[in-house]
């Protein structure tokens, strides 16, 4: 019971200094496998395939009899979310060599590069009303032989129109979460020693840390409003 007890505590130091090691990144590798997690739109479900060595968007119906792949290519795409009326997925593609943000039909028909540019663009959020999406974007630099990335929180109207740069300040800012009402945005910020989550206004003002710690604190994700 001893030795079993050990172990035990072993594998979650082991754990704790390999999310310690993880979380001093600064920033998310390019091409993340991440895990498939799904993103429900009333009765689809989008999610992530690994097909061979390329990543593929797939959609399925709620029991899982009818499933597309939206991506049906050779490149690596991910980070699927939902138009808020269910119509539309955005995306993180690598087909133009670096991360960008595309945007389909929910039958794979009408892609269209929202990016379309040489910056590093990913982790879109669309707005609650679906008028704006939130993402990072970021010039790749190379630092001692490394590619990093400094992101800083855009915005963008759905057709990839009037983007505008909320990050107001030099800072490497990532994740970006819509509250459900619109009218604020949640983030992370490696702007001191370590991530702090912040939050600021739709337009940029009023950028607060709600952290202020030294702690790692990554993956903000707003409370859901329900209607009565």
Known sequence: MRFAKKAILACMLLFFLLFAFSCTKTQPPEFEQEPALAQCSGQKIAFIVQEGPYLQVHVTNYEGTSRINVSDNTYNEFGAVWSPDGNEIIFISDRNGKGQIFKTNADGTGRVNLSDNNAWEGYPAWSPDGGKIAFVSGEIQMIQGQANIYGQIWVMDPEGENKANLSSEISNDWHPAWSPDGKRIAFVSY?????????????????TNLSDNDQ???YPSWSPVFLQ
């Open 216 to 218: 790692h604190e990554l």
């Open 191 to 207: 702007h001191q020693s370590t991530p702090q989550i912040y939050v600021m206004d739709a337009d940029g003002q009023n950028r």
